[in-house]
């Protein structure tokens, strides 16, 4: 089956540092990468859409020179937080769907997810 | 806009008894539908997809989803619940008109009792 990893599962770093997440599809080429933020709660908030060789695709409100995508081959994908604080704290989980003719009725398949936390 | 509602925020059922996990959706056009489970402090996992043609799909671990149109839901089924099929679980829909994007719901915590 597809697998996507991420890297790291899990970083503690200092308020006002960068942070860099990467997503690899390890078996698969992805044409589409997504990043998630998981809150809590549970729900997850679509932040970009990654297309590989083009600008990321932010969600409203989400600041992109704050959270840095780039796409750059078909198989990674990375998610920088830029100056991180303690509110970005969080899981964050990308993951990347094969293109197959249009596309949208691809399984997306999902990294394990990156725990965030901002001291 | 597209739009997905689990009504429940947390189903329980007993080992061996059947579960039944709801999703109903809005989208303009087609809707591609996909049901996901996630472990704790893992990422997400593949379930089932509704596409087109029969409307009851099956997928892992022995899990289905029938898709019903005029009641736009796409609700996860299973007739006999194991104690591991505690998770959570995400409904999402997609639609060739919204850019391939899936929206998730806000997802379903199924708790099996032994």
């Known amino acids: 089956g597809a697998v996507v990893s991420q890297h790291p599962s899990r970083v503690i770093c200092k308020s006002g540092t960068s942070v860099k997440i990467e997503c690899r599809s390890l078996d698969f080429q992805a044409t589409t990468m997504f990043w998630y933020r998981q809150f809590p709660k549970k729900s997850l908030m679509l932040m970009a859409t990654s297309n590989e060789g083009s600008k990321a695709t932010y969600e409203q409100g989400v600041e992109k020179d704050k959270f840095l995508i780039n796409h750059a081959s078909l198989t990674l994908s990375t998610l920088t937080v830029t100056s991180a604080h303690p509110e970005d704290s969080s899981f964050y989980i990308c993951?990347?769907?094969?293109?197959?003719?249009?596309?949208?009725?691809?399984?997306?398949?999902f990294g394990p997810g990156t725990r965030l936390t901002v001291l | 806009a597209q739009s997905v509602a689990q009504p429940e925020d947390q189903v329980n059922v007993a080992e061996g008894n059947p579960l039944t996990v709801k999703c109903t959706y809005s989208v303009s056009g087609n809707p591609y539908l996909f049901w996901y489970v996630q472990y704790p402090n893992r990422g997400l996992q593949f379930l089932l997809k509704?596409?087109?043609?029969?409307?009851l799909v099956k997928g892992s671990y022995g899990f289905e989803a029938e898709f019903n149109k005029s009641q736009t839901s796409f609700h996860l089924k299973k007739p006999s619940a194991l104690v591991s099929d505690s998770a959570l679980y995400f409904c999402?829909?997609?639609?060739?008109?919204?850019?391939?994007?899936?929206?998730f719901g806000d997802g379903t915590t199924l708790t099996v009792k032994p």
């Open positions: 993951s990347a769907r094969v293109n197959l003719d249009t596309g949208s009725y691809n399984e997306q398949f």
């Open positions: 509704y596409i087109t043609g029969d409307n």
């Open positions: 999402a829909v997609s639609a060739n008109t919204n850019a391939g994007k899936s929206t």
